[in-house]
């Protein structure tokens, strides 16, 4: 089964890339940005569960079940 959920990349003021979900955000896992495949965590909380992965520039996972609420 295929889902279609919107998708924003974002730039920060910081010029760092986050990736928007729905209504939460995601950043770059430490470590990890220079090879093909990337964990993305929650911006919002440190605990939160929630992840993306990402291979080759493309969403082939995603984790969205969040431990907190959109601040």
């Known amino acids: 089964m295929l889902l279609f ?3 924003t990349f974002l ?3 910081k010029g760092k890339t986050h ?5 939460h955000t995601f950043y770059a896992r430490g ?4 090879k093909e495949s990337q964990r993305w965590c929650c911006t919002q909380n440190k605990y939160c569960r929630a992840r993306l ?11 969205n ?7």
């Open 11 to 13: 730039k920060t003021s």
């Open 5 to 7: 959920i919107p998708v």
């Open 53 to 63: 992965h990402v291979e080759n520039n493309a969403i082939v996972a995603i984790f």
């Open 31 to 34: 470590g990890n940005c220079k």
């Open 19 to 23: 990736i928007k979900v729905g209504s």
């Open 65 to 71: 079940h969040h431990n907190h609420e959109k601040k």
